[in-house]
């Protein structure tokens, strides 16, 4: 992003500020008429993208260029006829009514700025992911077999990307969702952080695990679980936190791709930690229509689960390498967390309305205003009204990037719901599982992944979750028994999961290659250990769909079976990676505990109880049998 010269950058941060808090206003006190909301989102956050953003790494960094202008023109002119003509807009009958030369051009010019925006400012993939989508609805009538398509005539096309705002394209659902919900809830993470609440999660993460073995790596852990329920950007919390847990980490012993590991897969779990999941749990709502408090409480148990296995992994590492704790003049003490502790007020206010089902906005309204009224209690965590300006500018830095991403991925999804290639992709993968469901499982995983190589993680779910979700509603309803309406939560987690675990796995993965910029390490490397340390987003990914318990739904003793079965499989799959349970284990034992825990993760053919014996007697026999042979 250009650091730009003051006049320009005070007028883009009034923009941003002004953008942000007129969302907040309307998070509480109601949205005007759908698509007037989605063109006044996108018209004040698609062209300032241009300001701000380089066209290259030889353009000027510190003002716009005149080509940056006429770019910024040209986004605002298509949003702003939206907005103008937002009554012929909602009553037009989409394919029926002309799409006239003036609603050709405009198209024309929101797709190509959409595309360039996009290219600028969040992944090149996904621009091409876009241009790719559109070809294929000009071209796809010549392709043969199940790829081939009906003919589009260019109007068409243009229509269905742009145009169509009940279904899809850039004024459709998803971009509606970002506009209202989405915004007010990444106002409110923005004062979080302005607030002190980061500092509040740091050193609260410090004074809880500093004291023990490898305290600094468990310290990135915890803080960067913190820190991922106010950003809910995976390479934004490696940046934020790493640059402190990082260097701390390799300071203690920790090789330096181990260090951006532990970063890295902590700061992807950050869009797995309730309350705030980050944009795609919100999207996941709108499409699923499950409220987003049911939706947080059945993640609940697989985000804590997640952390958990990357404690224990950090923990044994530690215990194997000897490695001591922080030093002591590097923990804060409780005292110090005290004085920040009311900021956890406005998140229980969050929790509370949603827990009541008020609507997302309201309580991401309510709890901002809340942020900001307790902070005013102590004098370090009062904000002036410049910390408040800085706020809402922060804010809406964040949701310009992301408004474009969404308007980009809507376009995919229109495309692919108007060819057909939804159900021709959903049917390929299904013959390839040739009835497996296990097998479908797999093949949608890796599919999820490989999207994520290109793509940010929500609009990464969103395609992901419009090609998978019919296949695992239709293929496991009847390998399971259940019906698509008890299937419809669990399917969707599952893709959501690895469409955060890919930000952290090889070969492209940006959370990963961000950690490793700060460690100075290998980004493959680092991608590779932070990968085996995120093995809980594997194994919670698929319990969602085995285990109900998980996610809350049973009784007491499923749901306390369905935990057992994951903690004693994550212990068992992460000493055996790291070579130690209690004390070092030689090869053959590491073998003994890792096919314990695969098996006890994975294995749903056999009755629960046994895939909980499988791991508890692999824990024990490698834990105790070593001893017995010293003693004899």
């Known amino acids: 992003m250009r650091d730009l010269a003051v006049p320009l950058k005070l007028i883009l941060t009034l923009w941003m500020a002004a953008a942000a808090a007129i969302h907040l206003y309307f998070g509480g006190f109601g949205f005007p008429e759908p698509i007037t909301m989605r063109g006044f989102h996108l018209l004040v956050f698609v062209p300032p993208l241009f300001l701000l953003y380089p066209a290259f790494r030889s353009s000027p960094m510190r003002r716009p260029s005149l080509p940056d202008w006429l770019w910024a023109a040209a986004a605002a002119a298509p949003h702003a006829w939206v907005m103008a003509h937002w009554a012929e807009v909602s ?92 915004a007010v809830f990444i106002v409110f993470g923005s004062f979080m952080q302005g607030s002190g609440t980061g500092r509040l999660f740091s050193n609260l993460g410090a004074a809880a695990a500093g004291r023990y073995t490898g305290g600094p790596a468990k310290v990135a852990v915890i803080t960067s679980g913190l820190f991922g329920t106010m950003s809910g950007s995976s390479v934004s919390n490696v940046i934020t936190t790493g640059a402190m847990t990082i260097p701390l980490m390799t300071r203690i012993g920790y090789r330096p791709a181990v260090a951006g590991g532990i970063e890295s897969a902590a700061s992807v779990g950050g869009a797995l930690m309730p309350p705030v999941m980050g944009a795609a749990a919100f999207v996941m709502a709108e499409i699923t229509n499950i409220p987003y408090g049911q939706i947080v409480m059945a993640a609940a148990i697989g985000a804590v689960l ?121 049917g390929i993968i299904k013959d390839l599982a040739a009835g497996s469901f296990p097998l479908l499982l797999v093949l949608l995983a890796v599919t999820v992944l490989v999207l994520g190589m290109g793509l940010p993680t929500t609009p990464s779910y969103i395609i992901a979750a419009a090609i998978g979700v019919p296949q695992i509603l239709d293929l496991g309803s009847r390998a399971l028994g259940l019906s698509p309406a008890e299937l419809l939560l669990p399917a969707h987690l599952f893709i959501f999961y690895f ?54 739904r049973g009784g007491i003793g499923g749901i306390l079976l369905a935990i057992a079965i994951q903690v004693t499989a994550l212990t068992a799959l992460c000493a055996a990676y790291a070579g130690f349970l209690l004390r070092p284990m030689g090869n053959i034992a590491r073998l003994v505990l890792a096919t314990a825990g695969l098996a006890a993760a994975f294995y749903h053919g056999v009755p629960d109880l046994l895939r909980l014996g499988i791991a508890v007697g692999g824990l024990l026999g490698c834990a105790i049998l070593p001893r017995l042979a010293v003693r004899s």
């Not at 199940?146 to 243009?158: G, K, Y």
């Not at 229980?348 to 902070?375: D, K, P, Y």
């Not at 991608?527 to 998980?550: E, K, N």
């Open 91 to 182: 009553d037009r009958m989409e394919y029926v009514d002309p799409f006239t030369p003036e609603m050709i051009v405009l198209a024309v010019l929101a797709i190509v700025t959409l595309l360039e925006a996009t290219r600028r400012a969040v992944e090149v993939g996904l621009a091409w992911m876009v241009i790719i989508s559109l070809a294929y609805m000009q071209w796809g009538h010549l392709l043969p077999g199940v790829l081939n398509s009906r003919v589009f005539t260019p109007a068409e096309i243009l229509e269905a990307a742009w145009l169509v705002p009940t279904a899809g394209g850039v004024y459709g659902p998803l971009t509606g969702i970002v506009a209202t919900t989405i």
């Open 499 to 552: 469409a955060v675990l890919a930000d952290a796995s090889p070969p492209v993965a940006a959370a990963a290659f961000a950690a490793a910029a700060i460690a100075r390490a290998s980004p493959l490397l680092t991608s590779i250990h932070a990968t085996r340390l995120g093995i809980a987003g594997f194994t919670v990914g698929f319990a969602f769909l085995y285990d109900p318990g998980i996610m809350l």
């Open 306 to 426: 997640y952390y958990f296995a990357i404690l224990v992994a950090v923990h044994v590492e530690a215990k194997k390498a000897g490695m001591a704790p922080m030093p002591a003049g590097d923990i804060p003490p409780w005292r110090e967390v005290a004085q920040d502790a009311h900021l956890v007020i406005p998140i229980a206010v969050l929790v509370w309305l949603m827990m009541q089902r008020w609507s997302g906005n309201f309580a991401a309204f309510c709890a901002t205003l809340a942020m900001i009224g307790v902070a005013v209690l102590r004098g370090r965590t009062r904000m002036s009204p410049r910390a408040i300006l800085d706020s809402l500018a922060n804010a809406g830095l964040t949701m310009a990037p992301l408004a474009v991403s969404i308007a980009g991925a809507g376009i995919v999804v229109s495309a692919l719901t108007a060819t057909g290639m939804v159900v021709a992709l959903g």
